[in-house]
């Protein structure tokens, strides 16, 4: 999949979002760009990193700021798949990934829809932020349609997830359910769907 990059800086809508991944080495990705973009307010931030050095320096750059006496940052919890920090005024989580690890190309391309194929990255060289993106992502964000990645890493979560968005006003295309259907039958072991249930990067 070849990924649409552009300038951050022409989204209105990505403003405020360095704040999250200032001083790290993290990228945002995921669900947050469809709240952006469809005007809805921010609840969480998911920050992935390109390796598990890069993640360990977010946390502890995260706990100094938990640490001071004025932080509205407090860490709430610490599991297998990351480390989630709250920001008390705002009520926005921002959860820490270490269940992955890759480029930003890497990560958004195991995720389960296009309307959550989209990252902000601030590249290491003096390069602009730069917002990366699913070629059909702002179509699928507008028109509300839910198309699944037919690369799926887990599709007995995707299935779940698509039951999640469609609370959302989201709705599955014709050729994503056949896709999804016919994924589904294909995993067919229970105990392997049990476990696909808690399985997922959006």
Known sequence: MKFTKKAAFNYAQLRGLQKYI???KGFIAGGCF???FLGKKLRD???FFQNEDD???AVQIYNHKCSRKESKIKKIYTNDNCTGYRNSKTGINI???KSIFGTPEEIITQFDFTIVQAVYFNPPTDEEIQFIYHPDFFEHLTLRRLVVNPDMPKAVATLNRAFKY???GFGLCRESKIILTQAVIERGVVEDINGDLYFGFD
């Open 22 to 24: 200032k001083d790290t």
């Open 45 to 47: 931030v998911d920050v």
């Open 34 to 36: 469809k709240d952006l």
């Open 55 to 57: 993640y360990n320096e």
């Open 95 to 97: 959860e820490l990934i």
């Open 166 to 168: 469609a609370g959302y």
